[in-house]
């Protein structure tokens, strides 16, 4: 929560502190090399594939527990085949130290259990016995390609309302943008809507422009794919993408308000770690906002 004479620069440098970043587990280097990349105790996310395997992202945890970082392993609910499944996984999850999960319904077409989403795990009852209570759930910005938003604000009222009754602390982590534009307007409506959870909003790290793209596609952001593809302008012509722009309209909204809920960011790296460290690194500096103009990385 900044205070009223926070300067976009501040602001800028803030979020760069309190940023955490997306790696899937067989992109994750040695701790060796993941502490020279992220300063210690930062919050490292650990998807779970579509072929993904448990074990696969409790090693992943492991590592990043080894190189001082925090993980925050995801529990796609339609990856879960029995709730001695969902038992045993948690099970692991807090024997490895870990006490956060990132929770979300899964890009599986069906389910492969009893867990169609979110609220289904919630109401399994298996987390809060486990003790796990520190939770991020997803939002989407620009819509989902599948589901309505009425189910969607139905489905963080439900959220919402477990973790009141389990004193859960609870947080969301949005979808990448491309723009801030949608961001903002999704943050005005949840504010206006007393919705007060801290907020990351989800931004791709520097990478190329082609491949972004690709992944914006399978992702279902495919409106603002089309539009960034169209987009003239350095980033076009270099074939690179920066999340510096999203980054800076983020600060200015955080320097405009004298209190305001959480706000961070959280980079999707996409193979592209050692690239995001650094653009990170450039903004923690003091003169970070000239390290890092618009439109590079």
């Given at each position: 929560?900044?205070?009223?004479?926070?300067?976009?620069?501040?602001?800028?440098?803030?979020?760069?502190?309190?940023?955490?970043?997306?790696?899937?587990?067989?992109?994750?280097?040695?701790p060796?090399?993941?502490?020279?990349?992220?300063?210690?105790?930062?919050?490292?996310?650990?998807?779970?594939?579509?072929?993904?395997?448990?074990?696969?992202?409790?090693?992943?945890?492991?590592?990043?527990?080894?190189a001082?970082?925090?993980?925050?392993?995801?529990?796609?609910?339609?990856?879960?085949?029995?709730?001695?499944?969902?038992?045993?996984?948690?099970?692991?999850?807090?024997?490895?130290?870990?006490?956060?999960?990132?929770?979300?319904?899964?890009?599986?077409?069906?389910?492969?259990?009893?867990?169609?989403?979110?609220?289904?795990?919630?109401?399994?009852g298996?987390?809060?016995?486990?003790?796990l209570?520190?939770?991020?759930?997803?939002?989407?910005?620009?819509?989902?390609?599948?589901?309505?938003?009425?189910?969607?604000?139905?489905?963080?009222?439900?959220?919402?309302?477990?973790?009141?009754?389990?004193?859960?602390?609870?947080?969301?982590?949005?979808?990448?943008?491309?723009?801030?534009?949608?961001?903002?307007?999704?943050?005005?409506?949840?504010?206006?809507?007393?919705?007060?959870?801290?907020?990351?909003?989800?931004?791709?790290?520097?990478?190329?422009?082609?491949?972004?793209?690709?992944?914006?596609?399978?992702?279902?952001?495919?409106?603002?794919?089309?539009?960034?593809?169209?987009?003239?302008?350095?980033?076009?012509?270099?074939?690179r993408?920066?999340?510096?722009?999203?980054?800076?309209?983020?600060?200015?909204?955080?320097?405009?308000?004298?209190?305001?809920?959480?706000?961070?960011?959280?980079?999707?790296?996409?193979g592209?770690?050692?690239?995001?460290?650094?653009?990170?690194?450039?903004?923690?500096?003091?003169?970070?906002?000239?390290?890092?103009?618009?439109?590079?990385?």
């Amino acid at each position: 929560m900044p205070p009223p004479s926070t300067t976009p620069r501040a602001a800028l440098r803030d979020l760069a502190l309190g940023a955490s970043v997306e790696i899937l587990p067989g992109q994750l280097p040695s701790p060796e090399v993941l502490a020279g990349h992220l300063p210690r105790g930062a919050s490292v996310y650990i998807p779970y594939p579509p072929k993904g395997r448990w074990p696969d992202t409790i090693a992943a945890c492991e590592q990043a527990l080894a190189a001082g970082m925090k993980p925050v392993p995801h529990l796609p609910a339609r990856s879960v085949r029995s709730a001695r499944e969902l038992d045993d996984w948690l099970a692991s999850v807090v024997e490895t130290g870990v006490d956060s999960l990132m929770l979300m319904a899964g890009d599986r077409a069906t389910p492969a259990g009893p867990y169609p989403d979110t609220p289904a795990l919630l109401d399994s009852g298996l987390l809060a016995e486990h003790g796990l209570r520190r939770l991020g759930v997803t939002s989407y910005p620009e819509g989902h390609p599948l589901i309505g938003q009425a189910d969607l604000d139905e489905a963080l009222r439900r959220k919402r309302e477990y973790a009141r009754a389990t004193g859960s602390e609870l947080w969301i982590v949005t979808q990448f943008v491309f723009s801030p534009s949608p961001a903002l307007a999704w943050l005005a409506r949840m504010r206006d809507a007393g919705c007060t959870l801290p907020v990351r909003i989800g931004l791709p790290g520097p990478v190329a422009l082609g491949a972004l793209i690709g992944y914006a596609v399978r992702s279902g952001v495919v409106a603002s794919a089309r539009a960034l593809k169209r987009k003239p302008g350095i980033a076009r012509l270099a074939g690179r993408w920066s999340p510096t722009p999203v980054a800076l309209a983020l600060a200015r909204h955080l320097a405009a308000r004298e209190t305001t809920p959480a706000l961070d960011i959280h980079l999707f790296t996409f193979g592209g770690l050692a690239d995001a460290a650094e653009w990170l690194s450039k903004l923690r500096k003091p003169d970070g906002l000239a390290a890092c103009p618009p439109g590079t990385s």
